[in-house]
């Protein structure tokens, strides 16, 4: 597909108008969000002690929940969510801490994958792992079986979630900041004492049960909408000399068209070339954003739900035809 990318100056005024936080559209999602998340907790344990098995039904719906209040988090982030810095970090690290997610650790690496994302020469640190079809071809044939097992659907959608959530984020990355690593201790000494409260109270098995596959639902859904956010079969890659923000942007993130309802679960995340261009845009409105000119909505790489299955089979970016192609 030939992608028009419009110059930076050309999007600035349509962007800006939308980058100021607005306390009572942030609050309303708060309180639109998490009051149900809570009030289906509560359900479940109710459930658990009638029937462990009957938790998994309700999980579904909060792990819905769960979604949206992980987006939140991540607009607190990028100093999106609230115009103040500190009710951002203040919030946004309860928000995280529900997904047992450590909010500076997380949020430093995400950083990275905004600064970085659609560079080849870049790679590795909060994207998916993807390599060139040249790389694969020069691999032994061990190398080319560890790519093959983590790129399989089986691997990334269904044990990448327990991986990253309740693995990865457990332990801090050396080489980023003594900030990002205290966060990392933080939540792991909170599930400690969460876990030490639940064992006091409510029981541990039914504390660890509901957060668990309310949080592993959770994860296989993020897990799937950052992959096909950026795991597309033109998505844009490019050599460090070569490479354009814009461009990265425009034509390295689909907007993943979704239905209204898994649009407000997923907190407007599919307009996600709009949020790569301006991050600071808060997520109530970004469907706005991309309604207020044709710049967002022309030339675009627009994916659906079935279209975005088609996508699993992507794992090699060929650099000669300059799209992502299978196996």
């Known amino acids: 597909m030939s992608t028009v990318i419009p110059s ?12 100021h936080s607005q306390i009572k559209k942030a609050l309303w999602q708060l309180l639109n969000t998490l009051i149900p998340y809570f009030f289906l907790w509560w359900v479940m344990l109710r459930l658990y ?21 992980f987006i939140f988090f991540h607009d607190c982030g990028h100093q999106s969510f609230f115009n103040s810095q500190k009710a951002n970090q203040i919030v946004g690290f309860f928000l995280g801490l529900l997904t047992l997610t450590p909010s500076e ?9 905004h600064s970085t994302m659609g560079n080849l020469d870049k790679r590795g640190i909060g994207d998916v792992e993807t390599i ?3 790389e694969y071809r020069r691999r032994t044939s061990f190398g080319k079986l560890q790519y093959r097992l983590y790129r399989h659907p089986i691997v990334m959608f269904l044990l990448g979630p327990f991986f990253v959530f309740f693995l ?30 639940s064992h006091n109270t409510i029981g541990i098995l039914p504390f660890i049960m509901i957060q668990s596959v309310t949080l592993y639902i959770t994860g296989i859904a993020g897990i799937w909408l950052f992959y096909v956010q950026h795991q597309f079969p033109e998505v844009y ?19 993943y068209h979704l239905p209204k309802v898994l649009q407000w679960f997923t907190g407007n995340i599919g307009f ?15 469907d706005k954003c991309y309604q207020s000119t044709l ?6 790489q627009k994916l659906d739900l079935r279209s975005s299955l088609r996508c699993m089979k992507l794992a090699l970016y060929d650099e000669e035809k300059h799209r992502l192609v299978g196996f």
């Open 8 to 19: 930076l100056s050309t999007l600035k005024p349509f962007l800006r108008q939308f980058e």
């Open 49 to 69: 002690q009638i029937n462990p098995w009957l938790v998994i039904p309700v999980a579904f719906i909060a792990a819905g929940f769960l979604a949206r209040i």
């Open 105 to 113: 650790h997380w949020w430093k690496s995400h950083a990275i994958h």
């Open 132 to 134: 060139t079809l040249n």
């Open 168 to 197: 990865r984020q457990r332990v801090p990355i050396p080489w980023l900041n003594k900030k990002a690593g205290f966060s990392v201790i933080l939540v792991d000494l909170l599930i400690v004492l969460a876990l030490i409260i």
């Open 237 to 255: 890659w490019a050599r460090n000399n070569q490479w354009d923000y814009v461009a990265a942007a425009y034509k390295g993130a689909s907007y």
């Open 272 to 286: 996600h070339h709009i949020h790569h261009l301006r991050p600071r845009i808060p997520n109530y409105l970004l």
């Open 295 to 300: 710049l967002f909505q022309n030339n675009i």
